[in-house]
């Protein structure tokens, strides 16, 4: 079973950036489907992106533009890069990955990581 670390997450001012990465314990070219979603205590997961085997993006409308997925097949690793955050941002963010398909904002993962904390403030 795949392990996944993710790591970036931290407490940073509305309009800041963060990069988060998830770095996998085997290939990411294994994966037909890989993504984030985020939580918030008492609220259901929340949809945020995915990437797939061909680099095909999915995006919560909420965070076009603001948020960007890509995958570094070398390091193995997902990354997601988040600028001009917003209070609303904060979550805990969570990368996933699944060797099927489909991938989009109904996809249900197989593997997931532990999850990394973004704090936002005004």
């Known amino acids: 079973q795949v392990q996944l670390v993710e790591s970036g997450g931290g407490s940073v001012q509305a309009g800041g950036s963060l990069r988060l990465s998830c770095a996998a314990s085997?290939?990411?070219?294994?994966?037909?489907?890989m993504g984030w979603s985020r939580q918030v205590p008492g609220k259901e997961r929340e949809f945020v992106a995915t990437?797939?085997?061909?680099?095909?993006?999915t995006y919560a409308d909420s965070l076009k533009g603001r948020f960007t997925i890509s995958v570094d097949h070398a390091k193995a690793t997902v990354l997601l890069q988040m600028n001009n955050l917003r209070v609303e941002d904060t979550a805990m963010y969570y990368c996933?990955?699944?060797?099927?398909?489909?991938?989009?904002?109904?996809?249900?993962?197989?593997?997931w990581g532990q999850g990394t904390q973004v704090t936002v403030s005004s």
């Open positions: 990437i797939d085997h061909r680099g095909d993006t």
């Open positions: 996933a990955v699944d060797r099927d398909g489909p991938c989009g904002t109904e996809k249900d993962f197989a593997d």
């Open positions: 085997r290939t990411t070219y294994y994966y037909y489907c």
